[in-house]
């Protein structure tokens, strides 16, 4: 045995203590290692929660403590303007999902539009809106972060067709009908600087430049022979209308009623949490094409458009149309609001004010352009040609 004199001992001793250390920091950080795999390190969102005490400010609208789960967050979208998270908090031992909503800075006019309509417009509208639960300004700088309800989207939920229509015009109806000509005037502190409205001079002024533009494109168009072939028909039908009239072409749809419109129906934009049942509970989701304009446009922006892709339901649209008309006019009347007129003729008109304003721009733009297919053109001159004379745009 090695006594105290015994350098052999010594050395032994240091060298089994060597390892053991060895053997015991082993094990420390296969332990660390375990603990960092569970609990990662706290990314930017965490740590913002942390920072700005955000679980009490959502506890005073959940009425209990609420904690945020560090691990279950999920980018739905990231684009050069925002960032959409998908998060979980859990409240009274109950999880739920709600939506983060970054706004990147400079906020621009569109997600200004959106912005505001959430900051300011979400108490009037709560019904159709998702709820807000709390908007963070100057966040890394100048970002705006926006926490609000999740609301699962139509898009993944249904096989959507126009049966469903039926389903969401109720609440496009109480959208409208809150809002609906001194319903929105009454509120007028809210929105008077920055939601667009259709009665305003700088939106004139942007209808007769597009105008102008429109007939520009047209000409310009019938000298490209791809493009001339699909215009050959409709090409003095077209510039007459464009001439002799416009860019208000259906007076009758401003004396009918404006409304906060939300302006972009797909389905993407629209939730709902209660698709197995009866009636749905629809909230319209992505607001940066809010404006103030004739509430019949949101009938053109849900059916018009949906008809306008998906060719396989031309055969039901007259149908279609004659049905959901009368079904959203049915509803506005709930709220005591009654159009004069037939509501198909409402909604025809709002398709060719639309199409004849704007869109038909757009076709010929990107025709021209070259920069995206002009998919709708030959549909949008059928409409033109038939419901035109219908309405007594031509003769």
């Not at 049966?163 to 009454?186: E, M, V």
Request: some cysteine.
């Amino acid at each position: 045995m090695a006594n105290a004199y015994d350098p052999g001992g010594y050395k032994q001793g240091r060298a089994d203590g060597f390892n053991k250390g060895k053997q015991d920091g082993y094990k420390k950080g296969i332990e660390d290692a375990q603990a960092a795999s569970n609990n990662p390190p706290l990314n930017e969102i965490s740590l913002k929660w942390r920072e700005f005490q955000w679980a009490d400010k959502f506890a005073a609208q959940f009425g209990d403590s609420v904690t945020l789960n560090d691990q279950s967050m999920e980018c739905l979208k990231e684009t050069v303007k925002s960032t959409i998270w998908k998060l979980e908090i859990k409240v009274k031992q109950q999880s739920s999902p709600i939506i983060l909503k970054m706004f990147k800075a400079p906020v621009e006019d569109q997600d200004l539009i959106e912005l505001n309509m959430y900051r300011k417009a979400s108490g009037i509208l709560a019904d159709v809106m998702p709820t807000i639960y709390l908007i963070q300004e100057g966040m890394s700088g100048d970002d705006v972060w926006v926490f609000m309800e999740y609301v699962p989207q139509l898009k993944g939920q249904v096989i959507f067709t126009p049966d469903h229509f039926d389903r969401i015009i109720p609440s496009l109806a109480k959208l409208h009908a809150q809002t609906y000509n001194d319903g929105f005037y009454k509120h007028w502190d809210l929105f008077a600087d920055w939601l667009p409205r259709y009665d305003s001079e700088k939106t004139s002024l942007e209808r007769q430049k597009t105008h102008k533009e429109t007939l520009a494109y047209l000409d310009i168009a019938m000298e490209r022979p791809e493009i001339e072939q699909r215009l050959e028909s409709s090409y003095d039908l077209l510039r007459g209308i464009l001439k002799k009239k416009g860019p208000i072409y259906f007076p009758e749809l401003i004396q009918a009623g404006k409304s906060i419109i939300h302006n972009d129906l797909q389905t993407p934009n629209m939730g709902c949490g209660n698709v197995g049942e009866a009636d749905w509970t629809i909230k319209f989701i992505d607001w940066e094409g809010a404006r103030f304009a004739p509430c019949w446009f949101d009938m053109f922006n849900l059916m018009g458009v949906f008809f306008a892709y998906r060719k396989d339901w031309r055969s039901d649209e007259e149908s279609v149309i004659h049905r959901c008309s009368h079904l959203y006019a049915a509803e506005m009347l709930k709220y005591g609001i009654r159009f004069d007129g037939d509501p198909v003729r409402l909604y025809k008109m709002a398709y060719l004010q639309r199409v004849l304003e704007r869109s038909l721009y757009l076709q010929l733009h990107w025709a021209v352009e070259g920069q995206k297919p002009a998919f709708l053109l030959d549909g949008y001159l059928e409409k033109i040609k038939v419901w035109g004379k219908e309405l007594g745009l031509h003769s």
